[in-house]
């Protein structure tokens, strides 16, 4: 059995531009989370996807998009990129929508300069 | 809407000396509670988890948990700390009620973890 793993572990980017981190589920998984977390504080719920749509988003703008594919893997998509996206991006897969026990990634580290 | 909070930033002990790390949830309906831990620069590791039934219990390294609904408290235990131990813990609590048809975890602030030798 597979774990979740994420690409790249780091990434600098500059004010302005966009980001794309993928996220490969754990073996069995049909739901991935992504969640934010800053330095110094605890993740936060940016949303959900299931069946390849989104299916719920917390309290982030839209230039934070998402995928999710067939085979249940994921990206996650910023654009415009600001100073406060720097942050640990990680990624969560459950077995089912609403089971709320997830399995987390090792995170992508994102720099903004 | 809920919320998590973990009173202590940072907590030190010795090698061997007991812990408890505390988390207070805000939730309207019996919650899932979690605990993750979360070595420097890394993902998160799930300890233990609380869905229903015992409210006492046991997770990996040694670790344990108590669900006191009256209190609203889901404390984290171990009788004696490593230094491997050293680290950041997180509580959570996920949620899917009130007509999501999503789950997703609130966390808290996190505690971090320093084992003096």
């Known amino acids: 059995e597979t774990g979740v793993t994420q690409s790249p572990t780091h990434l600098i980017k500059t004010r302005g531009q966009q980001v794309t981190l993928r996220c490969s589920s754990q073996?069995?998984?049909?739901?991935v989370s992504w969640y934010q977390q800053a330095l110094g504080q605890g993740p936060q719920f940016i949303f959900q996807y299931y069946r390849e749509e989104e299916n719920g988003r917390g309290n982030f703008p839209p230039r934070f998009s998402g995928l999710q594919f067939p085979n249940y893997s994921s990206e996650l998509n910023v654009n415009a990129l600001e100073l406060d996206d720097s942050a640990l991006y990680l990624c969560?897969?459950?077995?089912?929508?609403?089971?709320?026990?997830?399995?987390f990634g090792q995170g992508t580290r994102l720099t903004v300069v | 809407a809920q919320s998590v909070t973990q009173p202590d930033i940072h907590i030190t002990v010795s090698e061997g000396a007991s812990l408890e790390l505390r988390c207070n949830y805000s939730y309207g309906a019996t919650p899932y509670l979690f605990w993750y831990v979360q070595s420097p620069g890394q993902g998160l590791q799930l300890l233990l988890k609380y869905f229903s039934g015992d409210t006492l219990v046991q997770g990996i390294k040694g670790f344990e948990a108590e669900f006191k609904r009256s209190q609203s408290s889901f404390n984290l235990r171990k009788p004696s700390v490593h230094w491997s131990d050293a680290a950041e813990y997180f509580c959570a609590v996920g949620t899917n009620a009130g007509g999501t048809s999503y789950g997703k975890l609130t966390f808290g602030q996190g505690t971090i973890l320093t084992v003096h030798p």
């Open positions: 969560a897969s459950s077995l089912t929508r609403i089971n709320t026990e997830a399995f």
């Open positions: 073996s069995g998984h049909n739901t």
